[in-house]
């Protein structure tokens, strides 16, 4: 079904590329979707010449077969989902941000829109759109054709409990990382302390630290006093009024943003406008 999907595009629009950027997939995962059918078929789809592709008649054949079908099945899935009543909008976002930012925040949301059922779901890197609606990424990584609106520029910096500032900072008027300092560092983002250097002009302690999985056990080890972690501001700003953290060197802006992706443009008055309005509003 896959295949066909990939292949009904491609016939559509009469090019791989521009099928690629509808379903938000690759140039090759395309073409290796449409030679599948044709080895399997045994016959050949399109004319291939000079990067430019044309239905044969097998092709235009199966085009129709393909559309029909889709259309029916469309028309289906909307009489099946107005039977069933609103369906929510579903919101990808990365976990560490998901946990310490957007889920403590959550409440607000229901009270100013309590007619939009929003469903999250942790994720990261490329979106698998028709799986979600809509997804808060960093801008780290391919969109894929994907709209993207900006919610907030990514600022970060050292941070540590509280208990434990004397023994990784100086006291100095302006503190800096004590040579003996344990840095906690993550796998899904190892340079984040050297970005934090490169941005600040600091210079790092030579000394190993621990690593671990994801951003939020190496800030929660941080509050356990296990050493300084690299802190996005989003992600610890709820902390640090708490007081479970501190950031004694501040933040600074490593030159990477959050944004919303979605397939196509939010449109003033639909549930897709009105989380990006109130996620804006909320950093």
């Known amino acids: 079904m896959g295949a066909l999907r990939c292949f009904e595009a491609a016939a559509r629009l009469q090019s791989f590329t521009r099928a690629a950027q509808e379903l938000h997939l690759t140039h090759g995962a395309i073409s290796r979707?449409?030679?599948?059918?044709?080895?399997?078929?045994?016959?050949?789809?399109?004319?291939?010449?000079?990067?430019?592709v044309r239905l044969t008649a097998a092709g235009a054949r199966l085009r129709e077969a393909a559309a029909n079908a889709f259309d029916g099945l469309e028309a289906a899935v909307r009489e099946l989902r107005a039977a069933?009543?609103?369906?929510?909008?579903?919101?990808?976002?990365?976990?560490?941000?998901?946990?310490?930012?957007?889920?403590?925040r959550l409440a607000g949301f229901h009270a100013q829109h309590p007619q939009i059922a929003l469903q999250l779901v942790a994720g990261g890197g490329p979106v698998p759109f028709g799986e979600v609606d809509?997804?808060?990424?960093?801008?780290?990584f391919d969109r894929n054709g994907a709209h993207a609106e900006f919610l907030f520029e990514e600022r970060i910096g050292p941070v540590c409990s509280p208990r434990t500032h004397g023994q990784w900072l100086?006291?100095?008027?302006r503190p800096r990382l004590r040579a003996e300092a344990s840095l906690l560092h993550t796998a899904t983002r190892p340079g984040a302390w050297n970005d934090w250097a490169r941005a600040s002009g600091a210079t790092l302690p030579q000394r190993r630290g621990q690593?671990?999985?994801?951003?939020?056990?190496?800030?929660?080890?941080?509050?356990?006093?296990?050493?300084?972690?690299?802190?996005?501001?989003?992600?610890?700003?709820?902390?640090i009024d708490a007081g479970l953290l501190e950031a004694p060197l501040g933040f600074v802006a490593d030159g990477s943003r959050y944004e919303l992706l979605s397939p196509q443009a939010p449109m003033a008055g639909t549930p897709e406008a009105a989380v990006l309005g109130w996620l804006r509003a909320q950093a």
């Open 84 to 104: 069933a009543g609103p369906r929510p909008l579903r919101l990808s976002c990365e976990p560490t941000l998901l946990m310490r930012w957007l889920i403590p």
């Open 170 to 173: 100086t006291a100095a008027a």
């Open 33 to 52: 979707a449409v030679r599948s059918i044709e080895d399997a078929l045994g016959v050949a789809l399109f004319e291939r010449r000079h990067q430019r």
């Open 211 to 239: 690593r671990f999985e994801h951003f939020y056990f190496s800030l929660q080890a941080a509050v356990a006093g296990l050493g300084v972690a690299i802190g996005p501001w989003q992600a610890v700003r709820d902390d």
């Open 134 to 140: 809509l997804a808060i990424r960093r801008n780290d």
